[in-house]
């Protein structure tokens, strides 16, 4: 069975980078089996949110908002009201990657709200898609604004994905300074 890929970040989109096709397409395969397979809800949604983020970075932008559906429908069902949040979540992302911004910018509004419930990690977590959604759309002082607090939460809670918050703060940054 295959692991789990890391992909690396483009400093200038924000988006996720995946150098080899083949490994990505192997492991799409391979979370679709264990999802099917999988021997309790936790494992299955573990696996569905993977498979939507590595579509994502396939391109197949309709299979991953088809599977980003089932994945949020799959959370209301049998889910934990945290992976509720982040299979919506990741729904929204797939909007946004599409250009469906008013789509994603509605359910990251509802998804900011609620995210303080869910401890620092979701909260970044949650920050740093909603400033992926700004960015997108050109509204770089907002996204700054979101980057710079999943920033200030990763660093006091020491978690690693505080790199991931300074790489999207300083692209924000550079953007907004070639618009001046």
Do not use: K
């Amino acid at each position: 069975m295959s692991e789990p890929i890391e992909p690396s970040y483009d400093p200038r989109t924000l988006r996720e980078v995946y150098p080899d096709a083949d490994a990505v397409r192997e492991r799409v395969a391979a979370l679709r089996t264990q999802i099917r397979t999988a021997p309790d809800d936790v494992a299955e949604l573990l696996a569905r949110g993977e498979l939507v983020e590595l579509l994502i970075g396939l391109a197949d932008l309709d299979g991953a908002l088809d599977e980003g559906r089932r994945a949020a429908d799959r959370a209301e069902i049998a889910g934990a009201p945290p992976q509720q949040h982040l299979a919506r979540l990741r729904l929204a992302h797939v909007h946004q990657v599409r250009g469906e911004f008013a789509d994603a910018t509605l359910l990251l509004t509802e998804l900011l709200n609620a995210s303080t419930q869910f401890g620092p990690i979701i909260e970044a977590f949650t920050l740093d898609h909603a400033g992926r959604n700004e960015y997108d759309q050109g509204h770089y002082a907002d996204a700054r604004d979101h980057f710079a607090r999943a920033l200030a939460l990763r660093e006091q809670f020491e978690l690693p994905e505080a790199a991931l918050s300074r790489i999207a703060l300083t692209a924000t940054e550079q953007r907004m300074g070639e618009e001046q």
